[in-house]
């Protein structure tokens, strides 16, 4: 079953912040967030692994809550380029298979 | 930065027409996937591959094939092209690390138009 992301489209000043929201039906084993601009390949933004966190892209952190099956994706102090959307890609166990979520389109105005 | 390519990066092609979308990784990443992606979507695994001589196919449904003889090299086939079939097609690879989850990383894409 596909992970459900919300919001499903997010609007922002420059300098405002966001949070991203993706859960799952299943147990998880890793949570993979990915962006995407428009008419390019999805670029890896970070991992997090059960019972770790991991951040790996600018000003933008993630937390991964393994009892709810949700992961969280923060974009603090948005800059123009922080536009486009916003995948995750969920890996549960005795797979190693990324089901993405619906994603979240992120627009940053000046 | 990874290093994934795919050829074409466009495609228009006429229905009923045998075509081949070229995928290749100067990684050595053993595992490789094929992912459908429509303007806008979400995107869906079409086919993977652990290795060389290993395929399978993903959790859409797809009329297509893929082979891989060689580490880098995974490509995609449609026997005869519909216009059902337009959409983006996204070539990805990854490597396992012991302790890790793998990342994917993917290529740029190609955009196929079925007329």
């Known amino acids: 079953q596909q992970p459900v992301q919300s919001p499903q489209a997010v609007i922002l000043r420059e300098g405002e912040d966001a949070v991203i929201n993706c859960s799952s039906s299943?147990?998880?084993?890793?949570v993979h967030w990915y962006r995407q601009k428009h008419g390019e390949a999805p670029v890896f933004l970070m991992i997090l692994l059960k019972g770790g966190e991991q951040k790996g892209h600018e000003k933008i952190s993630a937390s991964f809550n393994e009892k709810k099956q949700q992961s969280s994706l923060y974009l603090t102090a948005s800059q123009l380029s922080y536009s486009g959307t916003y995948f995750c890609?969920?890996?549960?166990?005795?797979?190693?298979?990324?089901?993405f979520g619906t994603g979240t389109r992120l627009q940053v105005f000046p | 930065e990874a290093d994934i390519y795919q050829t074409p990066r466009y495609l228009v092609i006429g229905t009923g027409k045998k075509i081949t979308l070229e995928c290749s990784q100067t990684?050595?990443?053993?595992?490789m996937y094929w992912y459908q992606q429509d303007p806008g979507m979400e995107l869906h695994l079409i086919h993977y591959?652990?290795?060389?001589?290993?395929?399978e196919k993903g959790d859409l449904s797809s009329e297509s094939t893929v082979s891989r003889i060689r580490t880098e090299h995974f490509p995609l086939t449609l026997e005869s092209a519909r216009p059902s079939h337009t959409s983006q097609y996204l070539c990805a690879s990854s490597e396992w690390r012991s302790g890790s989850s793998e990342t994917q990383y993917f290529g740029p894409g190609t955009r196929l138009l079925v007329l």
């Open positions: 990684m050595g990443h053993d595992k």
């Open positions: 591959s652990y290795g060389v001589n290993s395929t």
């Open positions: 890609g969920l890996r549960s166990y005795n797979t190693d298979k990324l089901i």
């Open positions: 299943k147990a998880l084993y890793s």
